[in-house]
T-cell receptor, first 112, second 113 residues
Framework: AQSVTQLGSHVSVSEGALVLLRCNYSSSVPPYLFWYVQYPNQGLQLLLKYTTGATLVKGINGFEAEFKKSETSFHLTKPSAHMSDAAEYFC??????????FGKGNQVVVIP | ETGVTQSPTHLIKTRGQQVTLRCSSQSGHNTVSWYQQALGQGPQFIFQYYREEENGRGNFPPRFSGLQFPNYSSELNVNALELDDSALYLCASHTPESTDTQYFGPGTRLTVL
């Protein structure tokens, strides 16, 4: 079965500082990996995805993530946090059948 | 191109009642998945429908059931509601050409009292 682990439910970051959200996955087959963002009272919006090919993936809003098979990780980063980045972020994995397995999420708070 | 829509936005029910939630998938999308997101948790996969047939199910009891219609819209039905069914219910759809990307609706917030 596929699963992901996201540590630290709440993450505080100063405006302009690096955003780093960690995701480690467990998968018995080559995984597809995703990061989604959820703003208050809204559904999930896809930030970026890794399926095959280049391991450094660039997404929307300046976010990127790197697939590291040796570390079973897919950490999300953004060089400079903006107030609008305050939201909940979910890492997810699927073996390719669209049945996403999500982590528990990281609530990001941006401090002015 | 219209997005994924869900109705109602909010719903309050009491234990033992039945509820039906609705999802209109994005134009051209023939696969719909439903997820349950409890407070403070990530979404959990309930089931998926492809061309009106159930195409996979997560670890949810049979009182969670669904339908998909010829226009690819979908319903989630929950019988004998329990307090733990209180959650945000999300549906997601995708196209045959882009099976690795799901588009999520805004969700229905169900409260069971």
């Amino acid at each position: 079965a596929q699963s992901v682990t996201q540590l630290g439910s709440h993450v505080s970051v100063s405006e302009g500082a690096l955003v780093l959200l960690r995701c480690n996955y467990s998968s018995s087959v080559p995984p597809y990996l995703f990061w989604y963002v959820q703003y208050p009272n809204q559904g999930l919006q896809l930030l970026l995805k890794y399926t095959t090919g280049a391991t450094l993936v660039k997404g929307i809003n300046g976010f990127e993530a790197e697939f590291k098979k040796s570390e079973t990780s897919f950490h999300l980063t953004k060089p400079s946090a903006h107030m609008s980045d305050a939201a909940e972020y979910f890492c997810a994995v699927t073996p390719g059948n669209n049945r996403l397995a999500f982590g528990k999420g990281n609530q990001v708070v941006v401090i002015p | 191109e219209t997005g994924v829509t869900q109705s109602p936005t909010h719903l309050i029910k009491t234990r033992g009642q039945q509820v039906t939630l609705r999802c209109s998938s994005q134009s051209g999308h023939n696969t719909v998945s439903w997820y349950q997101q409890a407070l403070g948790q990530g979404p959990q996969f309930i089931f998926q429908y492809y061309r009106e047939e159930e195409n996979g199910r997560g670890n949810f009891p049979p009182r969670f059931s669904g339908l998909q219609f010829p226009n690819y819209s979908s319903e989630l039905n929950v019988n004998a509601l329990e307090l733990d069914d209180s959650a945000l219910y999300l549906c997601a759809s995708h196209t045959p050409e882009s099976t690795d990307t799901q588009y999520f609706g805004p969700g229905t917030r169900l409260t069971v009292l």
